[in-house]
């Protein structure tokens, strides 16, 4: 009797460790499967990175062009005011004396500087 009593706790102790053993592995399971998805998550996170470090350059870029084609358009409209045709004298007059006086305005600005 003793024996048998001996021999059904060993077995209850067997099964324990058995499911803490199991209980162990899924849990080392777990670690890794969270370690992987931690370096997928890293080199999307550097990826993203890159993308926008290039974005960054684009959009320099973008905004040089929108600058010279400002400056551009800015002359072709101070050429336009100068251009006279014969019928529109005095409007011509009248955009002329509008830039020379906007011209003065930016004289008295710089000499006051």
């Known amino acids: 009797m ?7 706790n060993f077995v209850r102790k067997l099964r324990i460790m058995t499911v803490e053993e199991k209980t162990i592995a899924l849990f080392a399971t777990r670690v890794r499967q969270l370690m992987l998805l931690y370096n997928r998550v890293c080199e999307e996170n550097e ?3 890159q993308d926008l470090a290039n974005c960054k350059v684009e959009k320099e870029k973008l905004m040089e062009q929108l600058k010279t084609r400002q400056d551009d358009y800015e002359s072709l409209m101070t050429a336009k005011m100068l ?6 004298m005095e409007a011509a007059k009248a955009r002329l004396a509008k830039l020379i ?3 003065n305005k930016c004289i ?6």
């Open 2 to 8: 003793v024996i048998l009593f001996f021999c059904s």
């Open 83 to 88: 251009q006279v045709s014969e019928g529109d």
């Open 101 to 103: 006086r906007s011209v």
């Open 108 to 113: 008295t600005l710089l000499s006051e500087k």
């Open 47 to 49: 990826q993203l990175k």
